[in-house]
Each structure stands twice: as C-alpha cells, then as structure tokens.
C-alpha cells in the first residue's frame, strides 16, 4: 500500500481458495480503490474474500482514516 495515496499496489495469497481472494484484490487494484474504500465494501464475512475487508479495516485505523462502514471492524 502506497501511505501517500492509501491505494492498494499488490497482493500476495498463497493457499486454497487463494484465486477467490487475488480476484477480488485486483478488481480493487484496477478499479484504483485506496485502502479505506475497500473497507467501506461490505464484504460478505466469515469467507476467504471477507478477509480482505477486515485488512484493509485494519490498515484504514493505521494510517487514521476514517470508515463509516463498521462490520469490517477488528481488534487492534
């Protein structure tokens, strides 16, 4: 992630159900989304993409910026 622009520049996953989640991640990438915009999409949770709201949640708090959305929440 770019800490200028909070968008998203990569994303490694390896594992089962790794395509769900790289598929989901380059959307985001392609759609030039930054970081507290994926934690605004209410991604459907537990599943493996759900993951990647609850992430981006996390950096969001990081980096001080705000998101309405609070089902993506998750303890520091």
């Known amino acids: 992630m770019d800490r200028e622009t909070h968008s998203i520049l990569g994303c490694h996953v390896v594992g089962e159900r790794a395509v769900e989640i790289a598929q989901v991640i380059s959307i985001v990438i392609a759609g030039g989304m930054r970081v507290d915009e994926l934690a605004r999409v209410p991604l459907s949770f537990p599943t493996y993409a759900g993951i990647l709201g609850r992430a981006a949640a996390s950096a969001t ?3 001080n910026l705000e998101v309405k959305w609070h ?3 998750v303890e520091d």
Do not use: D, K, S, Y
């Open 61 to 63: 708090r990081q980096l």
């Open 71 to 73: 089902a993506n929440e």
